[in-house]
């Protein structure tokens, strides 16, 4: 996880739905993969290298004695060796050349073997067991991947370290960039091998000095290209890693059977008119998105779909004293209208940075790869449409968290007895949660970048210290399907967000049911 170090600046959001009705803090801080404990990362990588820092000034000590050894041992045998007998008539030259090689070059001897590594071996076997796996490179890579299709940013823009609000630019090399094509490589996503096997060698092409073979490049490159149906860029791409490596086994043997497929397709007098469809279908095949995946894109960059300013009229702020609660009548809060239908507000400075900080505090322990419900097993298990940690807090563990809950009684009117625990999430870098219902049951619902609604077109950007809420079911316990929604990845930073969820039961006094099903 949205790697960096931790500036709160979140935006809590009240995601609320009744039969769940969620509380969304967010807390919006860096970069991260999935943050909290990627900050973790960052100290233990600094105590690393302050620990190589000492490993090699011990070793240069070590050196610059031996130096000084061989410096004066040097001076003293090329004196000796002009006049050796003369040398050795002095009889404490006698002494001292006797005392050198019986004892001296022991200790020398010594020096020189001392393993100068053991504090710093010692530190990285400690280490070691925070470290990420190759599980979660290959997450932190796919990240990246859902971050391009998402805000539809080239790999060019991407590998520059281009983005907008970075406070700590960076880039990928050609190597970095080759990584990541073989990562897409090994899940079959030759659109995105493609793409990075290109920037890799266009970096290169451009004189990058790396690491990075451009015959390997060109093997991967050409095949997925091949995969994806374009035949006559795999034979150019083949040819060209021909001329780099002449003897390439693999190369050769592909070489052969494109110019088979390509005869053949000759032959058959294939038509212009054939191969331009096909290139069309192979286009159609790198975007295969559903309507509804690409609807949640385009919300996610801030494309929906605009009000009318007939609806948007009807949208107001206002101060709201929770239906003349008594907490709230001399100090009101603030409130706005997000969007009519389904009616989402969102209340201003609803929770303290103190209250944040106390919130994430007692969050990081226990933060856990998010889980959703699997319909087959009955079990919770983890989901790549669903990437964040999570934890849960209980009012009883800290005032914080009580204060907390009373407030979600207090404003949105609804009894919290049979409410699920506050859930505190993280998202980091390509955090996200794709579109989802929160129906009757207890379901993980964050905010990321945004919480958009794919079937209205709205999208609810984060604000620090907010809280953003609507109803999930109808009164008559029927589910809105207009509020299925969604979690945008994160782009830049870091976002932390609570969620309350208030079950259905126990409201049938504050909530009644009208007399139609849609009310």
Request: charged fraction near 30%.
């Amino acid at each position: 996880m949205s790697v960096q170090d931790y500036q709160l600046g979140a935006d809590p959001l009240l995601d609320a739905g009744l039969g769940l009705v969620g509380l969304c803090q967010a807390l919006l801080g860096n970069r991260d993969t999935a943050g909290g404990h990627m900050t973790d990362l960052i100290n233990t990588e600094k105590d690393l290298v302050v620990s190589l820092k000492d490993y090699i000034k011990a070793e240069e000590s070590k050196l610059e004695q031996i130096k000084k050894w061989a410096e004066k041992l040097d001076q003293l045998t090329a004196t000796a060796t002009k006049d050796p007998e003369g040398f050795l008539g002095h009889p404490v030259n006698a002494f001292k050349l006797m005392k050198r090689l019986n004892t001296e070059w022991g200790e020398l001897e010594s020096l020189v073997l001392k393993d100068m590594s053991d504090g710093f071996i010692s530190n990285m076997t400690i280490q070691r067991q925070f470290f990420p796996n190759d599980e979660d490179q290959t997450g932190a890579a796919k990240a990246l991947l859902r971050l391009q299709d998402t805000y539809n940013l080239d790999t060019d823009t991407l590998s520059r370290g281009n983005l907008p609000g970075v406070k700590h630019k960076s880039f990928l090399t050609a190597e970095d960039c080759f990584e990541l094509g073989k990562i897409a490589y090994t899940e079959a996503d030759y659109y995105h091998t493609e793409l990075w096997m290109e920037q890799a060698l266009k970096q290169l092409d451009e004189g990058e000095v790396s690491s990075a073979d451009k015959v390997y490049i060109l093997d991967y490159l050409s095949y997925a290209v091949y995969q994806q149906g374009d035949l006559g860029k795999a034979m150019a791409l083949t040819k060209r890693l021909l001329e780099l490596d002449p003897e390439h086994q693999r190369a050769n043997g592909n070489m052969k059977y494109f110019e088979y497929i390509m005869a053949k397709e000759k032959e058959g007098n294939k038509s212009s008119t054939d191969s331009e469809e096909q290139e069309k279908e192979t286009e159609v095949k790198k975007k295969d998105y559903l309507p509804e995946r690409r609807k949640y894109e385009m919300l996610c960059r801030g494309e929906g779909l605009k009000m009318t300013p007939q609806r948007q009229k009807r949208l107001f702020c206002r101060y709201y004293d929770g239906n003349r609660n008594p907490r709230y009548i001399l100090g009101p809060v603030k409130q706005e209208d997000e969007w009519d239908k389904p009616r989402i507000v969102r209340f201003l400075d609803i929770i303290s940075d103190e209250e944040i900080e106390t919130v994430k505090e007692l969050a990081k322990p226990r933060l856990s790869r998010a889980t959703v419900h699997d319909p087959e097993t009955g079990k919770l298990t983890t989901a790549h449409y669903r990437v964040s940690k999570s934890a849960w807090l209980s009012g009883y563990e800290s005032p914080v968290v009580s204060r907390i809950n009373t407030r979600i009684q207090d404003l949105t009117g609804l009894d919290v007895s049979t409410a699920e625990e506050l859930q505190v999430a993280n998202y980091g870098v390509g955090g996200q949660y794709e579109p989802h219902f929160d129906f009757g049951r207890m379901s993980d619902v964050s905010a990321g970048g945004a919480t958009v609604f794919p079937e209205v077109g709205a999208s609810v950007w984060p604000r620090k210290g907010t809280a953003v809420f609507w109803y999930n079911l109808f009164p008559s316990g029927e589910g809105d399907y207009s509020t299925r929604h969604a979690a945008c990845p994160v782009l830049v930073g870091n976002k932390w967000v609570s969620n309350k969820w208030l079950h259905e039961r126990g409201q049938e006094f504050r909530r009644p049911c009208t007399l139609s099903e849609l009310e």
